[in-house]
């Protein structure tokens, strides 16, 4: 299946972006913060909506000025009467010159009580003593109000997190200034990733796989690293994949591209793959905001 996209969310990049998120507990807030914060917007979860205005004017911008995106989770936590002054609030923002978006991320009900139970999290109206089914049923209706104002509503029930992770980033990316850099790493044996802009093939560079040793570990682990690090061909093969990318990756910028996929692969998506990932994200984080991972085998 297909993943579906966010779209279009915000327009000038020179505006304060406010992403508020919400919706059932479980339904994948925290990963969609998460996607955010790498996106160097400035998140906050469980924020009393009744401080909103104060946070966006207090970190919109930082000590040198520069404009910061901001994201804040808001659920059903909050105090009723709180939640309902949520359209008021970010119709105030809105004429104060504030991009707030609200995205609301559902889920079926069935699927929220697999999760809670393969978590053994506690839902957060537990401690009125409800079930769970009834915990769901009565934060569905709580927070029916924002669902119907959304600009977005999500349905995470057939995505897992990658798959929400990757979303919100490729939704919000035009939100970042210059462009935003998806790394990711895979097995070729597992079939290409079909969103990829650009594919690099490791499988050329020594594979630590038949170092029982190096097995079970991966690209992020120490070992792998130093193995891989000593190794004269893998160091070449970083180098022109950087310089090439330093080269083209500018040409993306001038044609206002807000959002490019690096895919690396190997064999098992495990070790060399993850490896270069890893390395080339560090490289770029150097240089520019707004650098992404996603390691497809090992998550």
């Known amino acids: 299946m297909s993943e579906p996209t966010l779209g279009a969310t915000f327009g000038s990049t020179d505006a304060i972006h406010l992403v508020v998120l919400t919706g059932m507990s479980g339904g994948g807030k925290t990963v969609a913060l998460r996607a955010l914060e790498d996106l160097d917007f400035y998140c906050v979860d469980n924020l009393p909506t009744v401080l909103l205005p104060e946070l966006v004017d207090a970190v919109s911008r930082d000590a040198t000025g520069r404009r910061r995106n ?93 798959q929400l992770r990757r979303l919100i980033a490729t939704g919000y990316a035009e939100a970042t200034e210059g462009l935003t850099l998806m790394f990711q790493s895979f097995a070729f044996r597992r079939g290409l990733p079909l969103d990829s802009d650009f594919v690099f093939d490791a499988r050329c560079l020594p594979n630590p796989h038949w170092n029982p040793r190096l097995r079970p570990l991966s690209g992020k682990d120490g070992p792998v690293r130093e193995y891989l690090d000593a190794e004269p061909i893998v160091a070449e093969y970083f180098a022109d994949t950087s310089r090439w990318l330093d080269t083209w990756l500018p040409r993306f910028e001038v044609e206002d591209r807000s959002y490019v996929t690096i895919a690396v692969g190997c064999t098992g998506g495990r070790h060399r793959s993850v490896y270069l990932v890893e390395k080339l994200a560090a490289h770029y984080r150097a240089l520019r905001s707004g650098v992404l991972t996603f390691h497809r085998e090992l998550e």
């Open 70 to 162: 901001v994201a804040v989770g808001v659920d059903v936590r909050n105090p009723g009467e709180e939640l309902q002054r949520m359209p008021a609030m970010l119709s105030e923002l809105a004429a104060a010159g504030v991009h707030a978006h609200l995205i609301f991320l559902d889920c079926r009900d069935d699927v929220l009580i697999k999760r809670y139970s393969e978590t053994r999290r506690r839902h957060p109206l537990s401690w009125r003593g409800l079930s769970l089914a009834d915990a769901i049923a009565e934060e569905r209706r709580v927070l029916r109000p924002l669902s119907s104002i959304a600009d977005k509503v999500i349905d995470s029930s057939d995505m897992n997190v990658h």
